[in-house]
């Protein structure tokens, strides 16, 4: 008999519980199989998001194609064409393994000979509307998530610490986990970094919002591997990048981001300022970290992969005469959990960067635009100064009336109840304007800071043309340290995938391997006009060694 290789997936839980369950996709390619007299196999897939993923992450699909291409495989079931893949390029691939091997492919109700013209257009045509239709959908939810954003709620998943939900679904402060935030932000301010403070909680039992949630445990997904592992509850405790993404998250400035939209409006548990300065301690803390200093790395903290979010570490081998920066991802913890970022040529990117914030430095002009994009004026800071001392002279005013209330309560007019009510209401007063002298304060200390910046630029473009002419590594990392915020890299492989052209803008092209480097500025004036985005091809020898750059 004839074999029919039932192929199954869901991408997601919500798609399990809503579309077609991997227990219902197979019983339907069964029916299948007895309808065309055939004896059958099933492969079975949990996989990734099906607009996202490749075959890296599809062990299950990528067996099934070996399969095809040895001439095992010749009929192949899956519930509807989307099941295959959402991805474009992988899309094609498959589609091209079919056609070459003689697979048919079966759904429901249609066959599809890919040998056959009409066939192929047939199904290219069904693939672009199940496309478009799961596009609608997508932007539909997405929108009602923004709305719903926009109004407070919490879109979903487990609740950041310090928050808890009202009968809206709105976002509010749960007093009991904001005491812990506090305490988060006093270690950080003392000095501790983010494993320490960490293990401080942990030593003092206090639990996470996982183990409130959770009675057992849960199941997590590993960002690089995707593998599904069962974490027990004792294991859900604090960790350094916990502690890291609590202290970095906007969220408790008052500010949300989502689909690339900052929402302001959640209840903040610190302020803007505060904030900004822990961001500042942050940066500085880690790239002042003794670890990775055996050998010099321009780039080092500055590079991030673009596929998981890791930061790359330089990686110098003279024996093996490698020079590379590679993806945090490669390091076992505690079993690799590589995300597919290729290493990148070290010497490559340190010399791309470098000649970019040379050329934006030496373009005409850039100084009066810097100045007037940190332009501070003096009667701002005066007015801010003389608003401080109004504040010192009304904390010393709430002194006074605090020591007349002792008197009165002494000479016997009032009750002690009484006395205690009025002085909990002149301590309230003295400390909402002490909230107000420090953020004050802390703005003219941001106005001096942003004026030490500008002239600390102005005198690091000076020095430009002696750095570059010294090679002054040094140097090159200090003027980097003031005008990169990140790098951002991506690597884009087809010739894994074998696929030879793709539709880019509707145009057919020749697909290349390269790497993609996106630069983001700390100055947003900046940013707009220098945005950019390079293509460095992995194999120099065919293809040329760099692709001309774009300014978006």
């Not at 802390?442 to 043309?465: G, P, R, W």
Request: charged share 35%; aromatic share 8%.
């Amino acid at each position: 008999m004839e074999k029919l290789f039932i192929y199954t997936r869901v991408s997601t839980t919500k798609q399990s519980e809503e579309g077609y369950s991997l227990q219902a996709q197979k019983n339907l390619g069964v029916k299948k199989a007895k309808s065309l007299k055939m004896d059958y196999q099933v492969f079975e897939e949990a996989g990734a998001s099906a607009a996202k993923e490749d075959l890296d992450n599809r062990p299950v699909m990528r067996k099934l194609l070996d399969l095809c291409d040895r001439g095992t495989v010749k009929n192949v079931f899956v519930v509807e064409l989307d099941r295959l893949s959402r991805n474009p390029a992988t899309e094609i691939y498959i589609r091209k393994v079919f056609q070459d091997n003689d697979v048919i492919l079966h759904t429901l109700n249609q066959k599809f000979d890919f040998k056959s013209y009409e066939d192929e257009f047939l199904s290219a045509l069904q693939t672009l509307l199940a496309r478009r239709e799961n596009r609608k959908r997508s932007e539909a939810s997405k929108r009602g998530m923004l709305e719903a954003v926009k109004q407070g709620k919490w879109h979903g998943g487990i609740l950041p610490y310090g928050y808890t939900k009202d009968e809206l679904g709105s976002l509010i402060p749960d007093e009991e986990e904001r005491v812990t935030y506090n305490r988060i932000v006093e270690l950080h301010f003392s000095g501790m970094g983010c494993n320490k403070i960490a293990d401080v909680l942990n030593r003092k039992g206090v639990k996470t919002k996982a183990q409130k949630m959770y009675k057992k445990g849960t199941h997590v997904v590993d960002k690089f591997s995707r593998e599904r592992k069962f974490k027990s509850k004792d294991k859900l405790i604090w960790k350094g990048g916990t502690i890291h993404g609590i202290l970095t998250n906007p969220l408790y400035k008052g500010e949300r981001s989502f689909l690339d939209e900052k929402i302001k409006g959640t209840p903040p548990l610190i302020s803007h300022e505060k904030w900004g300065i822990i961001q500042k301690n942050m940066k500085q803390n880690f790239n002042n970290s003794p670890r990775n200093t055996k050998r010099f790395y321009l780039l080092r903290g500055m590079l991030y992969c673009k596929r998981c979010d890791c930061k790359l570490f330089g990686l110098i081998k003279p024996s093996r005469n490698m020079r590379a920066y590679c993806c945090m991802s490669k390091r076992p913890d505690p079993s690799p959990r590589f995300c597919g970022l290729k290493n990148i040529n070290l010497d490559k990117i340190e010399n791309l960067v470098w000649s970019t914030v040379l050329r934006i430095c030496s373009s005409e002009n850039i100084k009066n635009e810097l100045a007037k994009h940190f332009e501070v004026k003096a009667d701002k800071k005066d007015d801010l100064l003389k608003q401080i001392e109004s504040l010192k002279r009304k904390v010393k005013e709430k002194n006074k009336e605090k020591e007349r209330v002792m008197r009165l309560y002494g000479s016997g007019e009032f009750s002690e109840d009484e006395i205690e009510k009025i002085a909990s209401t002149i301590n309230e007063e003295k400390q909402a304007i002490i909230s107000n002298l420090e953020l004050l304060t802390i703005k003219v200390t941001n106005l001096h800071d942003n004026q030490a910046f500008i002239n600390s630029l102005s005198t690091a473009m000076e020095e430009l043309k002696r750095i570059d002419t010294k090679n002054d590594a040094k140097g090159k990392r200090r003027i980097l340290e003031m005008f990169i915020d990140k790098i951002i890299v991506d690597y884009h492989d087809f010739e894994n995938l074998g696929i030879d052209i793709i539709e880019e803008n509707g145009n057919v092209v020749q697909p290349t391997n390269e790497h993609t480097i996106e630069i983001k500025l700390k100055i947003p004036l900046f940013e707009k006009v220098f945005d950019l985005t390079y293509g460095i091809p992995q194999n120099e020898k065919r293809r040329p060694p760099i692709k001309s750059v774009r300014d978006r």
